[in-house]
């Protein structure tokens, strides 16, 4: 007579088939954690860093839009929410929305505004508030009430906005300078696709690991 072992391991079959058919969701589980979690932290702190950034917003983790990973599509896209940084990060020519971009003189600003290059300019010195606000200067039109703020009373021409420092055809300044389009010279020293790529290469096993385990134990 010879005696045997009965098991019955249909639950463990059952539980890797459900494993292979989860790969997918598993796989996507992994990238947007690990593009959540390390990869937007990264780029804010091993990439913005370096740039001139006067809006705290530019420079914030919450600014870097992700494009979530599917079942259906595993793959992670990253960008910045700010069409601007695109400019600063690759450089390359701006157009404008309208007729003409306005282009600000920030060492104008911060000699005669006291609005230091490292500042945001103010919301009443913006070219918005300038346009809907300063008066227009042109030929038989009459006079129009200055509009004063932070010491200097813009007024618009059709080159720019300028400001008047003192008396005689020396005394003007130009605030803001309006062109058909603004060159960005590419920031040296950023990588952000090697940033991302390093994030997902150092920690991408571990936390599909992980997604698998809590899949396996569920």
Partial sequence: MQD????????????????????????????????????????VKDEMKHMLLRNRYMKSESSIRIKR???????VEAHHRME?????YHGGVELPKSKKIAIPNRKVFAQ??????SKNIPKALKIDAI??????????KPRQQ?????????????????????KG?????KLYTFADKARYTKQSGLDFQ????????RRFEKYLNRAYLRVLVS
Avoid: C, W
């Fill in 146 to 166: 200055p509009y004063k703020k932070r010491g200097i009373s813009p007024f618009i021409l059709k080159s720019g906005v300028m400001i008047r420092v003192e």
């Fill in 4 to 43: 045997g072992i009965d098991l019955d391991i249909t639950d463990y079959l059952d539980k890797f088939s459900k494993l292979e058919r989860d790969m997918p969701f598993i796989i996507s589980k992994a990238l947007n954690d690990v593009a959540f979690e390390h990869m937007r932290k990264a780029q």
């Fill in 169 to 173: 055809s020396n005394g003007l300044r």
């Fill in 131 to 140: 346009m809907e606000n300063a008066p227009k200067i042109k030929k038989g």
């Fill in 69 to 75: 990973s599917s079942k259906k599509n595993l793959t």
């Fill in 112 to 117: 005669y505004a006291g609005v230091p290059k």
């Fill in 194 to 201: 090697e940033t991302m790529n390093e994030s997902f290469n």
């Fill in 84 to 88: 601007e940084m695109g400019l600063q």
